[in-house]
């Protein structure tokens, strides 16, 4: 079976399309997807929309997308949606490579990321330290990379997936069947969340 060519599916092809969308789409708020008609705004074009991962089950299910914690299907935290004759490109502002840094939400300046001892939660490490948890800043360190940062321990193990409100983490009791592990989630995760066998990475500011 002849497939044609296949060149656009080379990751730096494919990347380069991306790129060259965002550069010519027209911007729109996620609040304008929110609370407005998506399919009442002609035909043939090309529209980018930002979001934060929070945001990201309203708008799934306002443009009847499967709804998760995060999307399902994107390319480096691009989502592409052909829908009512346009096209439209959804980016997570924390997380993608892809977008200019004007379109970006930045960690905040005094994000300080910390290790918790096991069993702690975020919002306590942060307040004896004088900070706060940030809880908006989750993304910037629910990364294995981040979390090979502080906990050296992981590494030999490397990095899991699980569900859970006190990740990301390292699972820091030895009579756990995960035990050495570093472990990241699609779950939004909270300050006030801990659990008796990991120790958190803290977003304080």
């Not at 052909?82 to 970006?104: A, H, M, W």
């Not at 809880?135 to 321990?153: I, P, Q, S």
């Amino acid at each position: 079976t002849d497939f044609g060519d296949l060149s656009y599916l080379l990751i730096e092809n494919y990347k380069a399309e991306f790129k060259e969308l965002l550069a010519q789409a027209e911007p729109l708020s996620s609040s304008t997807i929110q609370h407005s008609d998506p399919c009442s705004r002609g035909h043939g074009k090309i529209f980018k929309i930002g979001y934060h991962r929070e945001e990201w089950n309203t708008i799934a299910g306002r443009m009847q997308m499967y709804q998760s914690n995060w999307p399902r299907g994107h390319f480096q935290w691009v989502t592409k949606l052909p829908k009512c004759g346009n096209v439209f490109l959804f980016y997570d502002k924390r997380q993608s490579p892809l977008i200019e840094n004007t379109d970006r939400t930045q960690a905040p300046g005094s994000l300080v990321p910390m290790r918790a001892p096991q069993g702690q939660s975020c919002a306590r490490l942060c307040s004896e330290h004088g900070l706060k948890c940030e809880r908006g800043a989750f993304d910037f360190v629910n990364r294995c990379d981040k979390l090979e940062e502080l906990f050296d321990e992981c590494k030999p193990n490397g990095c899991g997936y699980e569900v859970g409100e006190d990740i990301p983490n390292f699972v820091s009791d030895i009579k756990h069947p995960t035990y050495g592990y570093c472990l990241i989630t699609d779950v939004i995760p909270t300050c006030e969340a801990k659990h008796p066998s990991t120790s958190r990475i803290c977003p304080c500011a």
